[in-house]
Structure formats: structure tokens, C-alpha cells
T-cell receptor
Framework: NAGVMQNPRHLVRRRGQEARLRCSPM?????VYWYRQLPEEGLKFMVY????????ESGMPKERFSAEFPKEGPSILRIQQVVRGDSAAYFC???????????FGSGTRLTVV | QKEVEQNSGPLSVPEGAIASLNCTYS??????FFWYRQYSGKSPELIMF????GDKEDGRFTAQLNKASQYVSLLIRDSQPSDSATYLC??????????FGAGTRLTVKP
């Protein structure tokens, strides 16, 4: 079992470009969560998805950010027109059932220059 | 009020001592509680979970839950330098998404 796979590990974007972050959950896991972490800070919830459905996106900025988890393929977190403040580590986690804790991927470190 | 609150630390204890990490949460309907350890530059890893009031022990780790006080704690006995990390308290709400505290940075000094 390969665990939660995130790619890329590091992503550099210029201001105004788009960033696409991918997450493949563990086999058998149908719940996917995205978190953002700034240096020396905790994990900030962004969005919770199940296959083809957004369950809770209350932590996601209304502008420029979107997420999907299609029937086939990885979950994608998309950030349009990136700004310097978007620089952070973005972690994806998955679970078979949210009651049993999450397994995290190794994260994508986004740097906006 | 933050959903999950932790003292940011840093908490420093000598090797072999007991480290005590505390967490409070605001949502009374929360059902399950987790402690994650995160080394610098790495992803969080689950070390303990607890659902019922009382204590739960796993090796050197003990999680304590008091739902009436909305309080969760983690005790690390015989602390080792390798325990130096940030410890994140997480609370799973009824709708199956988890909220994290900002973490407590623990340093265990040899």
C-alpha cells in the first residue's frame, strides 16, 4: 500500500500563475481532506471531499481556490492567480472513515515568487 | 474562540521526564480525538486516538479525555530526545472532518 501520494513535492509559481496540487488517497479510502500549513503554524482545514462530492469547503477561500475529487484519478487542489500569501505547505489526508484518524501525504510545498 | 486550542510552547523537559501536553476544544458534539506528531519539515503522523472519557495507554504515551471539561491531554513518559517535535491535537466533529490545534512544540533535552 503506497500510502497517500501527493505531487509535486515542491512547486514554484510566479505571481498570477496557476498551481495544481494532486493527491491520490490510500487504496480503499474514499474521504479526502486538504489542509494548509504556514511555517510554525498548525494545520488549517480547507476542504473535505468524497468521490465526486464536496462535503465541506468552509475552510477554502471563496476566490481563486477550488478542489475536486473525480470518480477516476486523484483529488486536485487548484489555486488560480497565485499570490505570495499562498506560499505554504499543502497537506492532503485520506481516511476510510473519518472516525479512525487520517493518513497524511508528505505535502506539497508551494512557493510563489 | 478557536475550535481547538493548545499552548504553542515551546515546552522543554529533560530526558526521562514526563511531558504533559494539553488541548481544549469548543464543539461539545465532538466524538473522537487524536494526537499527531509532526517533525520539522515532515507530515503529521498519528500517534494516539481516544473516544471515551478516561485514559488510554499505548507504550510511553497516555491520552486522557474529559468530555465534560472539553479537555484532552497527552502524557509522554520517559521522554526521549527523539520525542522532540510539534504535537498536534485534532478533534473530529460529527460531520467527519477534523480540526487541528496550532500544535505544541516539545523539546526534550539530553
Amino acid at each position: 500500500n503506497a500510502g497517500v501520494m501527493q505531487n509535486p513535492r515542491h512547486l514554484v509559481r510566479r505571481r498570477g500563475q496557476e498551481a495544481r496540487l494532486r493527491c491520490s488517497p490510500m487504496k480503499g479510502h474514499s474521504h479526502v481532506y486538504w489542509y494548509r500549513q504556514l511555517p510554525e503554524e498548525g494545520l488549517k482545514f480547507m476542504v473535505y471531499l468524497q468521490k465526486e462530492n464536496i462535503i465541506d469547503e468552509s475552510g477554502m477561500p471563496k476566490e481563486r481556490f477550488s478542489a475536486e475529487f473525480p470518480k477516476e484519478g486523484p483529488s486536485i487542489l487548484r489555486i488560480q492567480q497565485v499570490v505570495r500569501g499562498d506560499s505554504a505547505a499543502y497537506f492532503c489526508a485520506s481516511s476510510p472513515d473519518g472516525d479512525y484518524g487520517y493518513t497524511f501525504g508528505s505535502g506539497t510545498r508551494l512557493t510563489v515568487v | 474562540q478557536k475550535e481547538v486550542e493548545q499552548n504553542s510552547g515551546p515546552l522543554s523537559v529533560p530526558e526521562g521526564a514526563i511531558a504533559s501536553l494539553n488541548c481544549t476544544y469548543s464543539d461539545r458534539g465532538s466524538q473522537s480525538f487524536f494526537w499527531y506528531r509532526q517533525y520539522s519539515g515532515k507530515s503529521p503522523e498519528l500517534i494516539m486516538f481516544i473516544y471515551s472519557n478516561g485514559d488510554k495507554e499505548d507504550g510511553r504515551f497516555t491520552a486522557q479525555l474529559n468530555k465534560a471539561s472539553q479537555y484532552v491531554s497527552l502524557l509522554i513518559r520517559d521522554s526521549q530526545p527523539s520525542d522532540s517535535a510539534t504535537y498536534l491535537c485534532a478533534v473530529n466533529r460529527n460531520n467527519n472532518d477534523m480540526r487541528f490545534g496550532a500544535g505544541t512544540r516539545l523539546t526534550v533535552k539530553p
